[in-house]
Each structure stands twice: as structure tokens, then as C-alpha cells.
């Protein structure tokens, strides 16, 4: 089922760490297994920040090896780091096998990522200017007190309740996903794409990588694809209509942007707000009311309706 929320601040920064978690807690219902966050602060100049996992949570069960095996591995994405010449300014250990630095590169990002995710076990989970990509397992109060985000302010943020139903319960399976190899491009999505082998084949075919078999992740893909073509964010989305097979109601957000498509069969529930000050979005309108509690209007976007929102 799942569940799907954003939220974008036009008026500029405000608590979207704490109103992202209580949007997607009012969502919990549609997706127990993991919960993930996009959320979106405000960017220093020169600097980008870099989330990644080095294992899943289910691994800390597997034996006391393990954390040996944890601490190995994130030595040497720091032996990597430090070879191609970036600079790490601040580092965090959210877990003990999830990591939040921010990190100056003037070289080839691509080539960063991929240097990093050869380590064995490691997983880049978000590289961006503004973007902080945060999922695991548990609900969004469980996730948001283990990684704190009720303190981070920012202006737009995107989410996501997991009910996992033809992939694994794990982090590389949960949303949002980051569009590889772009900075501060997230997806997330709440339906079912039917033609994603033939898609993820041929987006492999022209070089971009999978790290799981969850179909929604094509979609951040496909994003990727279609802005390295020089498309704009609303033609991605417009295009996507036509090219995507199955039932999907899907968010994207950037650097300063929030967008939404629905198919064309609108099977896939969203509920939209908009004031002067935000426009959320989520798959039922319990989560807006979570953080707009007064009387508020709300509708409901058509079938192929493309929408994007700038900060």
C-alpha cells in the first residue's frame, strides 16, 4: 500500500525535519516496514553533504565479526575519500553503519560515487548541495529519533511508509531513492510499474546502476536519465506518463523544486493543499492535517496531472 508525503516552504526555511516525521507517522499505517526522508536544508557554498551505509541494520544480528567487519569498511570509504583528493569537514556517525559527512570535491562526482560504493557493503545514500537522505527500519518517530532529524530546518522535504510487497524488508529496498549520479534529486513513489525489467535493462544498457530490485527506484533512475539528457524537471515528469507502464502517484524534489505525476488511470491516491506559505502533499489528508491543523480546503490531482513548486 504505502505511503507518500511532501511538503515545500515558499516562504523559506522552516522545521521540515519535524514536519516530515509527523506527516509520515500519520502515514504509518500504510507502510510499517522502514521509513525514509528527503529532506532538503539550505546549501553552503563549495560544500555538499554525503549520507551513506557501509550495512543494513539486519546485519548487527549476524555475529560479534560483524562490527569488525563495519568498522573495516568505513575505513577504507575513508581511505577512498582521501585518495581522490576531497576534503571532509565534519563527520557523524548517525548508527553504527550509517554516516553523514560534509565533504569539499572539485572532481568528477560520478567518479567519487562509484570509488565509494566498490567497498564491499557500502551504499551511497544521498550526495548533494542541499539534499539529506535518511531511511531504515521502523516507523517515522523511530527513524527520526535515531538519525535527529526534529532539529534540521530546511524548505522542502519529501517521504515515504514502506509496506513491503515484492522486495526485501532492508534499507537498499526502502525509499526515497537518490538519482544517481545527480546531486539533490530524490524520488519516492506509491504504485506498481509493469514494464520495469524492460526499462531498468535498457537504462543499464546505457550505463546507470541499480542498487536494488524495487521497481520504484527505476523511477529515480529515469529522472537521472532524462535531466543528464537536458530535460527539464516538469518534461521528466510529463514524459514519464507516457513511458511508464503500471499504477503510480510519484514525488520528486531538487535543489529548489518539489514536483508530482499521476498515471493515467489515477488509481493511486494523493491529496494536495496549497497557501501562500507551503503546498503538502500526501497519499491521505490526515498527514497535512498533522502539520496544518486548521479548517483547510483540499483536492485531489487528475489522472496525468504533472505539478512542480519552487522554493
Not at 79 to 108: M, N, P
Not at 109 to 124: P, Q, R, S, T
Amino acid at each position: 500500500m504505502c505511503g507518500i508525503a511532501g511538503l515545500i516552504h515558499r516562504d523559506g526555511a522552516g522545521k521540515i525535519g519535524e514536519e516530515m516525521t509527523s506527516m509520515l507517522q500519520a502515514l504509518k499505517h500504510r507502510g510499517p516496514d522502514s521509513t525514509g526522508f528527503a529532506v532538503y536544508g539550505l546549501p553552503e557554498e563549495k560544500r555538499f553533504v554525503l549520507r551513506f551505509k557501509v550495512a543494513e541494520q539486519e546485519d548487527l544480528s549476524s555475529g560479534f565479526k560483524i562490527h569488525d567487519v563495519i568498522k573495516e569498511r568505513h575505513k577504507e570509504v575513508d581511505q577512498r575519500i582521501e585518495s581522490l583528493g576531497a576534503e571532509v569537514h565534519e563527520k557523524e556517525e548517525a548508527t553504527e553503519y550509517a554516516f553523514r559527512y560534509e565533504v569539499s570535491f572539485d572532481g568528477d562526482m560520478k567518479n567519487l560515487a562509484d570509488f565509494i560504493e566498490d567497498v564491499e557493503g557500502a551504499e551511497i545514500l544521498s550526495m548533494g548541495n542541499a539534499l539529506e537522505l535518511i531511511k531504515d527500519l521502523g516507523d517515522a518517530t523511530v527513524v527520526s529519533e535515531q538519525y535527529d532529524l526534529d532539529d534540521f530546518k530546511g524548505t522542502h522535504g519529501i517521504g515515504h511508509t514502506r509496506m513491503a510487497t515484492e522486495s526485501d524488508v532492508d534499507i537498499r529496498s526502502a525509499h526515497p531513492y537518490w538519482a544517481y549520479p545527480y546531486n539533490d534529486i530524490s524520488v519516492v513513489h506509491n504504485g506498481q510499474i509493469t514494464n520495469y525489467w524492460i526499462m531498468r535493462r535498457e537504462m543499464e544498457r546505457r550505463g546507470h546502476r541499480f542498487v536494488s530490485n524495487c521497481d520504484s527506484e527505476l523511477l529515480a533512475v529515469y529522472t537521472a536519465h532524462n535531466l543528464e539528457q537536458g530535460a527539464t524537471l516538469e518534461d521528466s515528469l510529463k514524459s514519464s506518463i507516457k513511458d511508464i507502464d503500471g499504477v503510480f502517484t510519484y514525488l520528486v524534489a531538487t535543489q529548489d523544486s518539489l514536483g508530482m505525476a499521476k498515471d493515467t488511470m489515477a488509481a493511486k491516491p494523493m491529496v494536495l493543499y496549497e497557501s501562500d506559505d507551503i503546498v503538502a502533499l500526501a497519499s491521505e489528508e490526515v498527514s497535512i492535517r498533522s502539520v496544518v491543523p486548521q479548517e483547510i480546503d483540499t483536492w485531489d490531482p487528475y489522472d496525468e496531472e504533472v505539478r512542480v513548486w519552487r522554493t
